[in-house]
């Protein structure tokens, strides 16, 4: 566990640094949201069938996911915001973001008791609700440049 876990902080790391940095020259913090939450949704997909070598492959996936999609949701807030609130919103958001870990952690293990893997399906289910979702960023940033 140990090694998995070093494994993955240690990627989410090098993602939140040099290459969150490289994708925002490239995507807009919205497209970053929309491809950090289906990497995300891909990755719990590749827990269900219980395989050293794709739990691996999922921390990878995991880290990237998250390294792109949180940092641009907290950027989007803080942005729309605007400079009154912004501390204020991103305090919350951060809040908020812990408390749905703790929440998700414990409901995630009862889960996993009465379930099994499918556990992981539920999860990814929801993250791809979360993708269709973020499709509504784009249309909003497109109303806001008009």
């Not at 070598?53 to 949180?70: H, S």
């Amino acid at each position: 566990m140990g090694i998995f876990y070093a494994t993955l902080s240690g990627m989410m790391v090098l993602v939140e640094g040099p290459v969150l940095r490289k994708a925002l020259k490239r995507f807009s913090e919205e497209k970053l949201v929309i491809i950090g939450s289906v990497i995300l949704g891909a990755n719990f997909i590749l827990f269900v069938p219980n395989n050293a070598i794709l739990a691996y492959c999922a921390a990878v996936l995991f880290a990237l996911g998250n390294g792109l999609m949180w940092p641009s949701v907290l950027s989007l807030l803080s942005k729309r915001a605007g400079v009154i609130h912004q501390g204020a919103v991103q305090g919350i958001a951060g809040s908020l973001g812990s408390l749905a870990s703790i929440i998700g952690l414990i409901v995630g293990g009862f889960l996993y008791h009465f379930l099994g893997p499918a556990t992981f399906l539920i999860s990814a289910v929801v993250i791809f609700v979360v993708f269709i979702m973020s499709f509504r960023l784009l249309k909003d940033r497109n109303s806001d440049l008009i």
